[in-house]
């Protein structure tokens, strides 16, 4: 069974360019969130998608958008990057009917911008 | 206000040695409570949870951790630790409003295992 999987692993881009990130869900799984790790520090909510649409979202500016398809796989987009949006962006999955938030992590996408 | 407070950000313990990772939260909902291991370059993987039931959790790798309502916290436990629990370990908590959860990551503990 396959887990949650991410792409691309790593990735480097300049201040100003604009990157997407995508994620396919555990198989069983209905619910996309999306969190930025920098280093040292703990995850931060970005946004979540259940049924196509944003449930929640977190403290990041409009710079930041998602995309849920109907297969349930998710895509996160950022645009006019800036240096401290490097870190390691992670999906997670979960199933909406638990409420509890039990979350299935992928192995999450470094993205370093200079 | 919601916070997640990991009180430790670096535990150093000889192997074999027991440890203890703390973990307090702030809350006037109710919660629920996990506790999640990230190896080197990898994303986390749930370690234990508590939903609902005995206080007492197990979890995988020999590691539990118990709920205290009272002194809102969910440390984590390990009676013996080895090489291989180097990590990077996070408590996460969701706050289940009315009409919505929302989940809080703390900023980590890094167990660091000494031969």
């Known amino acids: 069974d396959a887990g949650v999987t991410q792409s691309p692993t790593h990735l480097i881009k300049t201040r100003g360019q604009q990157v997407t990130l995508r994620c396919s869900p555990k198989s069983g799984h209905d619910t996309v969130s999306w969190y930025q790790q920098a280093l040292g520090q703990g995850p931060q909510f970005i946004f979540q998608?259940?049924?196509?649409?944003?449930?929640q979202r977190g403290n990041f500016p409009d710079r930041f958008s998602g995309h849920q398809f109907p297969n349930y796989s998710s895509e996160l987009n950022v645009n006019a990057l800036l240096l401290g949006d490097s870190a390691l962006y992670l999906c997670?999955?979960?199933?909406?009917?638990?409420?509890?938030?039990?979350?299935?992590f992928g192995a999450g996408s470094r993205l370093t911008v200079l | 206000a919601q916070s997640v407070t990991q009180l430790d950000s670096q535990v150093p313990v000889f192997e074999e040695a027991p440890v203890e990772l703390r973990c307090n939260y702030s809350?006037?909902?109710?919660?629920?409570l996990f506790w999640y291991v990230q190896y080197p370059n990898q994303g986390l993987q749930l370690l234990l949870k508590y939903l609902s039931g005995s206080t007492l959790v197990k979890g995988i790798n020999g590691f539990e951790a118990e709920f205290n309502k009272s002194q809102t916290s969910f440390h984590l436990r390990k009676p013996s630790v080895h090489i291989s629990d180097t990590a990077e370990y996070f408590c996460a908590v969701t706050f289940m409003y009315s009409s919505a959860s929302k989940i809080i990551f703390g900023s980590g503990t890094r167990l660091s295992i000494r031969p």
């Open positions: 997670a999955s979960s199933l909406v009917e638990t409420g509890a938030n039990v979350l299935t």
């Open positions: 998608y259940y049924e196509e649409e944003e449930r």
């Open positions: 809350s006037s909902v109710s919660v629920y």
